[in-house]
């Protein structure tokens, strides 16, 4: 009985917590075992920012799992059961592929969320020639800018009655 290699792509809540993921994680092992199939990996692969949202999230946490199991089996539909009864509410998408047997497992994961140091705003702005943007709109008097006579009334009203009350 030969095996066939398959990758499962998991997109997870971000939510998740880290008994949760060992949960899925051995589930997922009892059924390839199950059903007499061997585990190459579990792999967390992070945190994303969605391009769109999923079940109203706008980040998720990625899992990849590679397994190889016996040509005939149901374990792809089961799993994808399991997936839609009893772990609906912490994986959002999950995605089945067959791995050609001369294709190479290596791969190129991308920068999670968690990987990537995060940056502040004055970085991303002198990194990208925008220097003075915060400054200009920052200032509350800029160059040449007259002041709105109404407000400045207001301003000296209010510095007198400070005055007058520390007087006495």
């Known amino acids: 009985m030969s095996l066939r290699c398959y990758e499962l792509l ?3 809540v971000p939510e ?4 949760e993921s060992k949960n899925l994680e051995k589930r997922l092992n009892k059924f390839v075992l199950n ?3 061997s585990i190459i990996s579990f792999e967390r692969w992070g945190k994303y920012r969605l391009v769109y949202p999923v079940k109203k999230n706008d980040y998720g946490i990625y899992y990849l799992f590679r397994f190889e199991i016996p040509r005939e089996t ?3 539909q089961d799993v994808k059961t399991l997936f839609n009864v009893k772990l609906n509410n912490i994986v959002m998408r999950n995605m089945f592929t ?3 047997e001369k294709a190479s497992l290596a791969y190129q994961r991308p920068k999670s969320l968690e990987e990537v140091p995060t940056r502040d705003v004055e970085t991303f702005l002198k990194e990208n020639k925008m220097e003075g943007l915060l400054s200009a709109v920052d200032s509350p ?3 040449g800018a007259k002041e709105d006579p109404a407000s400045a009334q207001k301003t000296k ?3 007198s009655n400070e005055q007058n009350e520390d007087k006495k």
């Open 74 to 76: 149901e374990l792809i």
């Open 141 to 143: 008097q800029r160059k």
């Open 157 to 159: 009203k209010v510095e």
């Open 10 to 12: 998991l997109l997870t």
């Open 98 to 100: 067959y791995l050609d």
């Open 35 to 37: 059903y007499k199939g």
């Open 16 to 19: 998740i917590t880290s008994d």
